[in-house]
């Protein structure tokens, strides 16, 4: 998998008597996992809003999700 990079910025909010937490992450991904035969390619354009998902492959647990809501957005 290559991923040329990866920028997300996450906020959460939990109210009671005020919990404020933030996060900023950025990082460029070019290979993992235990199957290295190369994958097909696929372009994926994100010009309209969209889910998603973040699932570890072994447990196949949720780990991540997020919206994209405003694509031609900056921030």
Excluded: W, Y
Aim: hydrophobic residues 50%; contains cysteine; aromatic residues 8%.
């Amino acid at each position: 998998m290559a991923v040329p990079s990866i920028v997300q910025q996450c906020s959460v909010q939990v109210n009671e008597i005020g919990t404020v937490a933030a996060a900023a992450t950025a990082l460029e991904v070019l290979g993992f996992g235990m199957d290295d035969s190369p994958q097909p390619a696929v372009d994926f354009v994100a010009d309209h809003p969209f889910l998603f998902f973040i699932k570890e492959d072994r447990s196949r647990v949720l780990v991540f999700a997020g919206q994209l809501v405003h694509p031609s957005s900056p921030h």
